[in-house]
């Protein structure tokens, strides 16, 4: 269920006339730390129908991956024309195992830069560092979208003693590995938290600039399609939520009905009513129930595959730099602990010879091979056998690369 931004409303006011947080209302909300994914901003066609659009979303997100959706935690957001999408996705072996475990106790579960990436564009398109509690996120926008066309991410830095650096320090970090990217711009620097506040009608995500407040109206379908938790799951929590607000009005009415009726009869009928309910709201479970358990099998079979020390997502955005539009990867495997196996088709014999000699130029990788070349109308195919140095990933902070997508 995809829902445009053309609903949500962007305020900026002074500390003073902030509410107090101390008596408002937050969601039970659990956020990722923004290095783990990977973020890209599409296009969508103008052929695609509004019933249609997420199913293209996610077909296009699934394009992008060398991996099925079953194997990552994703998420997105649509602009008010509904003409581009924000996509962000996460490997699953990324989050650790606790988290996930977590997560089907919160009302949402989405990423640190939610904030930024939704309403992070201010009119002169200019550059955003936003601060949260594990990450520091970039996001670069232009004048197609008020979504970030760019996005890349760090891990909030810690000192000598484990502790998070400061503020301050944590932003002069992320400028430095930014570096020439950007040089001469001006950066505009927000501190935020992952907290979601409920109003009477809306709910709210909040950050700071320079002492003054950013405040993001968001609605709760739109909080859904950014939610990282599996379809199923998703689907779910929308049937226990909508239950559990029909219990609320039923309550209500209960109240209504209690005052004009007497106590023991109201009680009598109250009780086979919710009786009734119940058996109803069980017979609708039944099928996403059933749903649940027939992907019990594969869920074992990524329970097995996280613990294992394979870093297939890392190896991929490797080497990301050296692919072109000759080279096209049609499906990849793991091939022991630093090796990658990829099925893949070129533009000519000629193009995968280059791709190669491209790759063995790689200080992270220590061997390239190519088997089973063969030419035929329109381009070639071949397997190409890709051996990394044991040490290539172990300086590398998790989800750097993922967070990098050019």
């Known amino acids: 269920m995809c829902v445009p931004l053309e609903n949500l409303k962007y305020v900026v006011t002074e500390n003073q006339q902030n509410l107090e947080k101390s008596r408002t209302l937050t969601m039970q909300v659990m956020a990722a730390p923004s290095q783990l994914f990977f973020c890209r901003r599409i296009e969508i066609s103008e052929d695609v129908a509004e019933?249609?659009?997420?199913?293209f979303v996610q077909l296009q997100l699934e394009s992008l991956s060398p991996f099925s959706l079953e194997h990552l935690q994703f998420g997105y957001v649509i602009d008010d024309s509904k003409r581009f999408a924000f996509l962000y996705s996460g490997y699953r072996r990324s989050f650790e195992s606790g988290s996930i475990a977590e997560w089907g106790k919160q009302e949402t579960v989405i990423p640190e830069f939610s904030i930024g990436a939704i309403a992070g564009k201010n009119d002169d398109g200019s550059p955003l560092l936003l601060v949260s509690e594990n990450s520091i996120a970039y996001f670069e926008f232009d004048g197609q979208s008020e979504l970030p066309c760019y996005f890349e991410a760090f891990p909030r830095e810690r000192d000598d003693e484990d502790q998070l650096m400061d503020f301050e320090a944590g932003v002069d970090v992320a400028k430095i590995s930014l570096g020439d990217r950007i040089k001469g711009q001006t950066v505009r620097v927000w501190n935020t938290n992952t907290n979601i506040y409920i109003g009477k009608q809306h709910l709210r995500l909040q950050a700071a600039?320079?002492?003054?407040?950013?405040?993001?109206?968001?609605?709760?379908?739109?909080?859904?399609?950014?939610?990282l938790r599996d379809p199923d799951s998703i689907e779910h929590a929308k049937l226990e939520e909508r239950q559990?607000?029909?219990?609320?009005?039923?309550?209500?009415?209960?109240?209504?009905?209690?005052?004009?009726?007497?106590?023991?009869?109201?009680?009598?009928?109250g009780s086979r009513a919710y009786v009734n309910l119940r058996n109803g709201?069980?017979?609708?479970q039944a099928p996403t129930v059933a749903m649940i358990g027939s992907r019990q099998s594969t869920v074992f079979e990524l329970e097995d595959f996280q613990n294992s020390d394979l870093k297939p997502f890392d190896m991929l955005i490797a080497i990301e730099p050296f692919m072109s539009d000759a080279v096209t990867f049609t499906r990849v495997e793991t091939n022991g602990p630093n090796s990658l196996k990829a099925?893949?088709?070129a533009?000519?014999?000629?193009?995968?010879?280059?791709?190669?000699?491209?790759?063995?130029?790689?200080?992270?990788?220590e061997s390239v091979v190519i088997e089973k070349l063969e030419g035929r109308a329109?381009?070639?195919t071949f397997?190409?056998?890709?051996?990394?140095?044991?040490?290539?990933?172990?300086?590398t902070v998790e989800g750097e690369e993922v967070a990098k997508n050019g």
């Open 378 to 380: 329109g381009g070639a």
């Open 244 to 269: 559990n607000s029909l219990i609320w009005k039923i309550a209500l009415g209960m109240a209504v009905v209690f005052m004009l009726l007497i106590f023991g009869e109201f009680a009598w009928l």
């Open 347 to 365: 533009t000519s014999n000629g193009q995968a010879n280059n791709f190669k000699a491209r790759l063995e130029r790689f200080d992270k990788i």
């Open 281 to 284: 709201w069980n017979e609708e």
């Open 51 to 55: 019933d249609e659009r997420e199913g």
């Open 343 to 345: 099925f893949a088709e």
């Open 209 to 227: 600039e320079n002492g003054s407040e950013i405040e993001t109206i968001v609605s709760r379908e739109t909080l859904w399609t950014m939610d």
């Open 383 to 395: 397997t190409v056998f890709l051996n990394f140095n044991e040490d290539a990933f172990i300086r």
